[in-house]
């Protein structure tokens, strides 16, 4: 009896030191937009800089996919950081969270800059309140944000909850999300719902109809997709003829084309330069910034092998939309958003406009950094009429602190002009540029060879590839010259009727 007293007193006089009992402490986290709470990612670093992973990696023992611990709706404790779908959550603290004293890293995808701080977490502190304010970096004018490229359960090499993936797409500052599974329609309405975010983001319903050959992403997705069964073995020509008779029809985007496995152009063994290629162009799209290969490393430049392919593909009178997604199948690895595309459509999100844009070829695709490029005013997908032969050209790059792109290429036909970017979050260049007497196009990209934070991106590309990490990346879709100012576009094999919205071949 003694000894209880002499516990009890003791927990007694604990209590009365630190307020209450030392295991109520809880973060309550508040991120914002210029006091509006927004998406985010927090994420927790001990004294040494070593992240504190929240939950399980649960598949192949690389991925976390079901393994993450969710506090509530929207607010999830993930391997790399705490997801908040609203911009709020409370977590509390002495179990997933160890009891300490912690840096904080926050950020909204590519667009904001890294927010950092620090916060004690130490046993005993009670409610603890932790306000951040984002600082937007760049801003997409006219073009919202686009993963058209994402996976979850329905994936056979998924097992994330779509309510989880739509959380992770938001903080990421995603507004459109086409969640496409293997050969599965894949549609997170239901899930936005679930969470109360209708008009904050939106679904466009979408497939990643896999055969040996290669991925082809379709939406939106209409009625039953080509069966498994029938794809898998089915060769590039038989898989587009299937994907064409589907009823819409859909888009049809090429993913990860330079991935060396199941990638159209790796496994047909195209060079990117032999015309034609060895596989039908019977498509509307092409994934030049995929997150599972978005880098440029020594012996490795996968990005610019996607744009070598991409600017032969153009030069030859084919006209495809540039796009960018994560590929993200789970919470680590590959992050949500880290690819994504801008098109250049109206919000709140309208999915026939929507469509009408990508097939129009009004979008740009990055990883990083934000190009706004225009000439005579057009921007990209656009077309205009040169002057005696130029063109007046204003390119404006923007991007935040972590990202460090350092070049900008402008092609013209098959030339190539290279400016140098200096060190800063905004670059502006302009001048009147030879562009010929045919019909050509102004392509416009920007690049890095410095990584990027894997913190802030996903250690796929170390872990995988055994390079630094994703590097800065942006490419637009190409301003077509109209030389003559007849109203169509000769070039190649291609004659297209010039309109604001949408092609066709004559």
């Given at each position: 009896?003694?000894?209880?007293?002499?516990?009890?007193?003791?927990?007694?006089?604990?209590?009365?030191?630190?307020?209450?009992?030392?295991?109520?402490?809880?973060?309550?986290?508040?991120?914002?937009?210029?006091?509006?709470?927004?998406?985010?990612?927090?994420?927790?670093?001990?004294?040494?800089?070593?992240?504190?992973?929240?939950?399980?990696?649960?598949?192949?023992?690389?991925?976390?996919?079901?393994?993450?611990?969710?506090?509530?709706?929207?607010?999830?404790?993930?391997?790399?950081?705490?997801?908040?779908?609203?911009?709020?959550?409370?977590?509390?603290?002495?179990?997933?969270?160890?009891?300490?004293?912690?840096?904080?890293?926050?950020?909204?995808?590519?667009?904001?800059?890294?927010?950092?701080?620090?916060?004690?977490?130490?046993?005993?502190?009670?409610?603890?309140?932790?306000?951040?304010?984002?600082?937007?970096?760049?801003?997409?004018?006219?073009?919202?944000?686009?993963?058209?490229?994402?996976?979850?359960?329905?994936?056979?090499?998924?097992?994330?909850?779509?309510?989880?993936?739509v959380s992770a797409q938001v903080a990421a500052g995603i507004q459109v999300i086409g969640l496409s599974n293997h050969n599965h329609n894949g549609d997170a309405t239901a899930a936005i719902h679930a969470l109360h975010l209708d008009g904050t983001v939106a679904s466009i319903a979408s497939n990643e109809v896999t055969s040996e050959a290669m991925h082809a992403n379709i939406y939106p997705a209409i009625g039953p997709p080509p069966p498994a069964a029938q794809v898998i073995s089915a060769s590039p020509a038989q898989l587009m003829a299937m994907l064409r008779a589907l009823p819409g029809p859909p888009i049809i985007q090429i993913n990860h084309p330079r991935f060396r496995y199941q990638s159209l152009f790796d496994t047909?063994?195209?060079?990117?330069?032999?015309?034609?290629?060895?596989?039908?162009?019977?498509?509307?799209?092409?994934?030049?910034?995929?997150?599972?290969?978005?880098?440029?490393?020594?012996?490795?430049?996968?990005?610019?092998?996607?744009?070598?392919?991409?600017?032969?593909?153009?030069?030859?009178?084919?006209?495809?939309a540039p796009v960018g997604g994560s590929d993200s199948h789970d919470f680590n690895w590959v992050l949500d958003g880290s690819g994504r595309t801008y098109v250049f459509a109206p919000w709140p999100f309208d999915q026939a406009a929507f469509v009408s844009a990508i097939r129009a070829r009004r979008t740009e695709a990055t990883d990083g950094p934000w190009l706004d490029a225009r000439a005579a005013g057009a921007g990209p997908g656009e077309h205009v009429v040169p002057d005696h032969g130029k063109v007046q050209l204003d390119i404006t790059l923007a991007q935040?602190?972590?990202?460090?792109?350092?070049?900008?290429?402008?092609?013209?036909?098959?030339?190539?002009?290279?400016?140098?970017?200096?060190?800063?979050?905004?670059?502006h260049w302009t001048g009147a540029i030879d562009v010929g007497t045919a019909d050509t196009f102004i392509g416009v990209a920007a690049d890095g060879d410095a990584a990027m934070p894997l913190l802030l991106t996903g250690t796929y590309e170390r872990d995988k590839w055994n390079h630094a990490g994703d590097t800065p990346f942006a490419v637009i879709s190409p301003i077509l010259v109209d030389a003559d100012g007849d109203g169509h576009w000769k070039r190649g094999d291609g004659d297209y009727l010039l309109t604001p919205l949408g092609k066709s071949t004559q």
């Amino acid at each position: 009896m003694r000894a209880l007293l002499v516990r009890a007193l003791a927990i007694a006089l604990v209590v009365a030191a630190c307020g209450r009992a030392p295991s109520s402490t809880k973060l309550s986290i508040k991120v914002t937009d210029h006091g509006v709470p927004v998406g985010a990612r927090v994420l927790l670093l001990d004294g040494a800089g070593n992240a504190l992973h929240i939950g399980v990696l649960d598949k192949y023992g690389q991925r976390q996919s079901a393994g993450a611990r969710e506090f509530a709706p929207g607010v999830i404790g993930t391997w790399d950081g705490i997801v908040l779908a609203y911009g709020t959550g409370d977590v509390p603290v002495g179990d997933a969270i160890p009891y300490g004293k912690y840096k904080v890293w926050a950020w909204r995808g590519i667009e904001y800059d890294l927010w950092q701080g620090d916060v004690d977490l130490s046993a005993g502190r009670g409610d603890v309140e932790l306000a951040i304010a984002l600082d937007r970096a760049w801003q997409p004018a006219g073009a919202i944000a686009a993963d058209l490229h994402v996976h979850a359960h329905d994936s056979d090499d998924s097992t994330m909850p779509d309510t989880q993936r739509v959380s992770a797409q938001v903080a990421a500052g995603i507004q459109v999300i086409g969640l496409s599974n293997h050969n599965h329609n894949g549609d997170a309405t239901a899930a936005i719902h679930a969470l109360h975010l209708d008009g904050t983001v939106a679904s466009i319903a979408s497939n990643e109809v896999t055969s040996e050959a290669m991925h082809a992403n379709i939406y939106p997705a209409i009625g039953p997709p080509p069966p498994a069964a029938q794809v898998i073995s089915a060769s590039p020509a038989q898989l587009m003829a299937m994907l064409r008779a589907l009823p819409g029809p859909p888009i049809i985007q090429i993913n990860h084309p330079r991935f060396r496995y199941q990638s159209l152009f790796d496994t047909t063994k195209w060079n990117g330069t032999s015309w034609p290629p060895p596989f039908p162009l019977d498509f509307d799209a092409v994934e030049l910034v995929p997150g599972y290969a978005a880098f440029n490393a020594p012996g490795d430049r996968r990005l610019d092998e996607g744009l070598r392919d991409f600017y032969t593909l153009i030069d030859h009178g084919k006209l495809v939309a540039p796009v960018g997604g994560s590929d993200s199948h789970d919470f680590n690895w590959v992050l949500d958003g880290s690819g994504r595309t801008y098109v250049f459509a109206p919000w709140p999100f309208d999915q026939a406009a929507f469509v009408s844009a990508i097939r129009a070829r009004r979008t740009e695709a990055t990883d990083g950094p934000w190009l706004d490029a225009r000439a005579a005013g057009a921007g990209p997908g656009e077309h205009v009429v040169p002057d005696h032969g130029k063109v007046q050209l204003d390119i404006t790059l923007a991007q935040a602190s972590w990202v460090r792109a350092t070049r900008i290429r402008v092609q013209v036909g098959d030339q190539t002009q290279t400016i140098d970017v200096p060190p800063g979050n905004a670059f502006h260049w302009t001048g009147a540029i030879d562009v010929g007497t045919a019909d050509t196009f102004i392509g416009v990209a920007a690049d890095g060879d410095a990584a990027m934070p894997l913190l802030l991106t996903g250690t796929y590309e170390r872990d995988k590839w055994n390079h630094a990490g994703d590097t800065p990346f942006a490419v637009i879709s190409p301003i077509l010259v109209d030389a003559d100012g007849d109203g169509h576009w000769k070039r190649g094999d291609g004659d297209y009727l010039l309109t604001p919205l949408g092609k066709s071949t004559q």
